[in-house]
């Protein structure tokens, strides 16, 4: 049983913190060096990994996509898609996607006189599940270690930590001051009632106990 | 335009649920708020019409319409992402 709630548990926070992962925000400082279109599928169960399309793509099962193709300073690969996610989940409410195309092509460099910018996105990159992170905008910076701080996420996840302390001590008092005593009533109840049964039921032994002598 | 709908929707429905809670809490705190004075200075008279007073008062006040941040600053927030990822 200790272990089934574990495994409960380890899952439920486990996914939560994936949840958060991937939906907030992230920079990369990162050099482009170029950027394509491909059409891709849509109709896999992987389309959880690309925005939702507009109103009259809906019902199309492939679509063309951008993509923004990257190095960071230590030399890995990095490929971001480029898509609006508009009025949809999650909330960047990010419609500027030609317009970001256009930086992304502007920011183009060479290995030999490299131009860092930084790339707010959110998303992961997986090969295995073909996933690209979303690119929501590109800054200028000055070199690979002037990475932004990433002011949001802080906030954000000290008000989350904060709200989430807040209801856990309400509910913690709560339980302690009206849920536990009406457990105890509903249990002292029950010893009554199994003592009187137990008493009762004596009482027809000894009763039985008459018959026999 | 129809993901657009949905999300308004979604907010109004939300935020409306929101506004309902806050404001009545806020209006029983008032009340609560308004007994407890009755009681430490020790009034005599109409205790009711007091209250309802105190009530009116409280309608009328913008402390009552600073509940209304329960809409605005969703809202705020929503058109401060749009400037800041579309248009800066």
């Known amino acids: 049983m200790a272990y089934i709630k574990w495994i409960?548990?380890?899952?439920v926070w486990s996914s939560f913190a994936?949840?958060?992962?991937?939906?907030l925000p992230q920079y990369d400082v990162v050099r482009i060096v170029s950027t394509y279109e491909e059409r891709q599928e849509l109709d896999t169960w992987k389309s959880i990994f690309w925005s939702t399309p507009d109103n009259q793509s809906q019902a199309a099962v492939t679509r063309d996509v951008q993509f923004i193709q990257a190095f960071n300073a230590s030399g890995d690969a990095m490929v971001y898609r480029n898509e609006d996610t508009g009025w949809h989940w999650p909330p960047y409410f990010k419609f500027?996607?030609?317009?970001?195309?256009?930086?992304?092509?502007?920011?183009i460099s060479t290995k030999n006189n490299p131009e860092w910018v930084s790339v707010l996105h959110y998303g992961w990159r997986s090969i295995f599940?073909?996933?690209?992170?979303?690119?929501?905008?590109?800054?200028?910076?000055?070199?690979?270690?002037?990475?932004?701080?990433?002011?949001?996420?802080?906030?954000?996840?000290?008000?989350?930590?904060?709200?989430?302390?807040?209801?856990?001590?309400?509910w913690r008092r709560f339980r302690r001051d009206r849920l536990d005593p009406l457990f105890e009533n509903v249990e002292d109840g029950l010893y009554t009632?199994?003592?009187?049964?137990?008493?009762?039921?004596?009482?027809l032994r000894r009763w039985f106990g008459s018959w026999r002598s | 335009m129809f993901a657009f709908l949905r999300?308004?929707?979604?907010?109004?429905?939300?935020?409306?649920?929101?506004?309902?809670?806050?404001?009545?809490?806020s209006?029983?705190?008032?009340?609560?708020?308004?007994k407890r004075r009755w009681k430490d200075k020790g009034l005599t008279g109409d205790r009711q019409a007091f209250i309802q007073r105190?009530?009116?008062?409280?309608?009328?006040?913008?402390?009552?319409?600073?509940?209304?941040?329960?809409?605005i600053l969703p809202m705020g927030a929503i058109a401060l992402i749009i400037y800041v990822i579309n248009f800066s």
Do not use: C, M
């Open chain 1, 129 to 170: 599940l073909s996933s690209f992170p979303n690119a929501i905008s590109i800054t200028p910076v000055a070199g690979p270690e002037d990475k932004p701080l990433n002011w949001f996420n802080i906030v954000f996840l000290t008000l989350l930590a904060a709200l989430s302390w807040a209801i856990y001590v309400r």
């Open chain 1, 193 to 203: 009632a199994g003592d009187s049964l137990a008493d009762s039921r004596s009482r």
């Open chain 2, 27 to 34: 209006r029983e705190q008032r009340r609560a708020k308004l």
């Open chain 1, 8 to 11: 409960f548990l380890i899952t």
């Open chain 1, 96 to 107: 500027d996607t030609a317009n970001l195309y256009t930086e992304a092509n502007d920011a």
């Open chain 2, 7 to 25: 999300l308004v929707l979604l907010l109004v429905v939300v935020l409306t649920l929101i506004y309902g809670a806050v404001s009545l809490y």
């Open chain 1, 18 to 23: 994936a949840f958060l992962y991937y939906t």
């Open chain 2, 54 to 71: 105190g009530l009116n008062q409280y309608d009328h006040s913008f402390r009552r319409r600073l509940v209304l941040l329960v809409y």
